[in-house]
């Protein structure tokens, strides 16, 4: 017996690492009820480095003020 992990596209069932099983061989598949990130098209990339360049200097500025030490402040 072997698990695989996969995603389903909408029409078949791609497994995230190559599996070594006969052609027409049978297969159990369990669905899972939580969702992950489509891995398939790596939906979550959509997001990288957008960012504006006002709101990254802002967040920037907020972390640099939890790194100082203030002293003497009771």
Known sequence: M???KA???GNVFVPLVPVNAKQN???IITI???IEPNV???SFKKFI???SRESC???TKALMETQRIDHNEW
């Open 32 to 34: 899972l009820d939580d």
């Open 25 to 27: 061989q049978s297969a």
């Open 2 to 4: 072997l698990a695989v």
């Open 57 to 59: 200097e802002e967040i």
């Open 40 to 42: 398939a098209d790596n």
């Open 7 to 9: 995603y389903y596209n």
């Open 49 to 51: 480095g957008k960012l």
